[in-house]
């Protein structure tokens, strides 16, 4: 089953590594804060592992959608 994850903007200091480890997954915002474009493409990349500063977030959905 497909991962998603999600930016946490509180961590995210526009370092910039996840855009240039994972090239077209995530881009640098107009407020210079990380946005996920590829949801896929950053899977592949190893999600939240991406990030050294912990702010790409897997976001679990337990509950089974109806
Ligand atoms: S690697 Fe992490 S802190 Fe750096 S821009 Fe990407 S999400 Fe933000």
Redesign the pocket.
Known sequence: MAKKFR?NKN?????????QSCDKA?K?GGDM??EIIDQEKLEECGGAK????G??EEIREDKTKK
Do not use: D, E, M, S
Request: with cysteine; aromatic share 4%.
């Open positions: 930016i961590r995210c200091i526009g370092c910039g590594t996840c855009v995530t640098l804060k990380a991406v990030c050294p500063f702010a790409i």
